[in-house]
């Protein structure tokens, strides 16, 4: 069986509009889950909550980034720490913003991939 690791990173602190954290719940409860699981797939669904504030962050001029930066953490760690070798990992968005802690991620667990 294949192992796939579904990670739910919900989030609309990166962006203007609001809705895209419900994006991974949708997408899984509209049939997802069930045509992944159809395909012979061994599911592990994780997801990235809300961490809180850092202060630190007050001063660098993005979109909530207090509470953007820690969660971008979250999903880094999540994806370099809970997710094996052996296993595929797919991230279900949110904004656009979670490309930075997903690519980061994939770019440091595989370095010639991006």
């Known amino acids: 069986m294949k192992k796939l690791h579904v990670v739910c ?3 609309s602190e990166g962006s203007v509009n609001h809705g895209c954290e419900t994006a991974p719940e949708v997408l899984l409860e509209s049939g997802l889950r069930d045509a992944l699981a159809g395909d012979d797939w061994v599911l592990k669904i994780s997801e990235v909550s809300a961490v809180g504030e850092d202060k630190n962050y007050e001063d660098l001029g993005l979109r909530n980034a207090t509470t ?9 760690r999540q994806l370099i720490g809970e997710t094996s070798y052996d296993e595929k990992t797919l991230v279900l968005g949110g904004d656009h913003s979670i490309g930075a802690g997903s690519l980061l991620a994939t770019k440091q667990r595989y370095p010639d991939a991006v």
């Open 9 to 11: 990173a919900g989030t």
């Open 68 to 76: 953007l930066l820690p969660w971008l953490q979250e999903l880094y």
